[in-house]
């Protein structure tokens, strides 16, 4: 078995597929609001990995100084991971953990990592025991329930933590701004459709 970890963003053409297309079956499109997010992150120090296996695409990671985060979380010296993904078929290799590892390392000066968790969602990615396993501890969470897509279904969003320094600062998120869903990727469980036509397209439950 083959593994090959490659830093995608800025890189040559032969990778832009996956900045935008993540490992999600959607067709590679040049989506504008992740155009822009791109456009505002790069410069910041945002950083997406992909694992290869056997050359095949099976894991990713993007993490991001928290001034270029994809969701609404502030703190001193706080990187966030806006998402990780490995794919079904290739779990029971400890990829997760391999893929944090890397995070870890490439932003050494981090006083902790943030991200968020998901209890009951519907979606299979970002979920709590996923990323307490992962290393990351819940500092709180809030119910909420789509307006349009499910709106029987409450669930939980959690802002995950995980120091680095004796003395990190714990992060804060902005749960008012939650609300509105992300834009940042497509395939994100949050994801905030244009089409939609809403400003906020969860309430709290």
Not at 34 to 48: D, F
Not at 64 to 91: F, H, Q, T
Not at 187 to 197: D, I, N, S
């Amino acid at each position: 078995m083959a593994i090959k970890i490659v830093e995608v963003v800025g890189e040559s053409d032969k990778y832009e597929r996956f900045l935008y297309r993540c490992l999600a079956p959607h067709p590679f499109k040049r989506f504008r609001k992740r155009t822009q997010y791109l456009e505002m992150a790069a410069p910041k120090g945002l950083q997406k990995e992909v694992l290869f296996m056997d050359g095949d695409a099976v894991g990713q990671i993007e993490y991001a100084p928290v001034e270029a985060s994809g969701y609404p979380i502030s703190g001193d010296g706080v990187w966030v991971m806006n998402c990780i993904w490995v794919l079904r078929r290739a779990k029971g290799h400890r990829f997760g953990k391999m893929l944090v590892r890397r995070m870890l390392d490439a932003a050494a000066d981090a006083s902790g990592f943030a991200t968020v968790g998901l209890e009951d969602h519907p979606s299979p990615w970002l979920r709590l025991p996923q990323m307490e396993y992962l290393g990351f501890r819940s500092l709180g969470s809030a119910g909420m329930h789509h307006k349009v897509k499910h709106p029987e279904v409450c669930f939980k969003a959690h802002l995950m933590w995980m120091p680095v320094r004796k003395d990190a600062e714990p992060p804060v998120l902005d749960w008012k701004a939650l609300l509105s869903g992300v834009d940042f990727c497509i395939a994100h469980p949050l994801y905030r459709a244009e089409r939609l036509g809403l400003e906020e397209v969860y309430e709290e439950c």
